[in-house]
C-alpha cells in the first residue's frame, strides 16, 4: 500500500494496509465505552433496586427498563470496539446506536423532564451522526472512497 499523507486528507493507509483512525473516531468510541460501563453499573443498581428511576416506574416498565440498560451497555462496548478497529460492521451499528440513544433520551424526558440535558443529549448525538457521514469517517470503516477535494 502507498501512503498517503496530508494534513487535510485525515484518511491514510500507511505501508503495512493498517488504517489511521481519524481523532473524532477515537472520542466516540471511548465515550461509547465509557458509556456502556455506566450502562452496566447502572443495570446491576436496577437489578438490585438501588436505581431511583425505578420508584417511578410501573412494575412492568422496570423489567424492560433493566434489561435495555443491561442490553445497551454490552452493545455500547462491542460497539467502541468495532470503531478501535475500523471493523465495517461497526459504522451502521454506531449511528443506530445514535438514533437509538436520542430516541430513549426523547422517552427519559416523559418520565422526568429536565429540557437542559434532553437538548444537550440530542444535539451531541446529532453531532456524532453528521461527524461518522463524513466522508473521511466513512473511508475508515470501508464504507466510502476518501475525499479526493484535500488530495
Known amino acids: 500500500m502507498v501512503r498517503r499523507s496530508n494534513r487535510e486528507d485525515k484518511f491514510v493507509v500507511s505501508v503495512q494496509g493498517q488504517k489511521d483512525r481519524p481523532f473524532g473516531v477515537t472520542i466516540i468510541a471511548v465515550l461509547a465505552a465509557l458509556g456502556g460501563i455506566m450502562e452496566l453499573v447502572a443495570a446491576v443498581f436496577a437489578i438490585v433496586e438501588i436505581e431511583p428511576i425505578l420508584a417511578v416506574l ?29 471493523l465495517r460492521w461497526a459504522w451502521p451499528w454506531a449511528v443506530v446506536g445514535l438514533l437509538i440513544s436520542v430516541a430513549w433520551v426523547g422517552a427519559e424526558a416523559l418520565i422526568r423532564p429536565d429540557v437542559v440535558s434532553t437538548v444537550l443529549g440530542i444535539i451531541v448525538a446529532g453531532i456524532m451522526v453528521y461527524y461518522l457521514h463524513t466522508p473521511n469517517v466513512k473511508a475508515f470503516f470501508g464504507r466510502a472512497e476518501p475525499s479526493k477535494a484535500s488530495a
Open 58 to 86: 410501573p412494575a412492568e416498565f422496570a423489567y424492560v427498563y433493566r434489561g435495555h440498560v443491561a442490553a445497551a451497555g454490552v452493545a455500547s462496548i462491542v460497539i467502541a470496539y468495532g470503531m478501535l478497529r475500523g
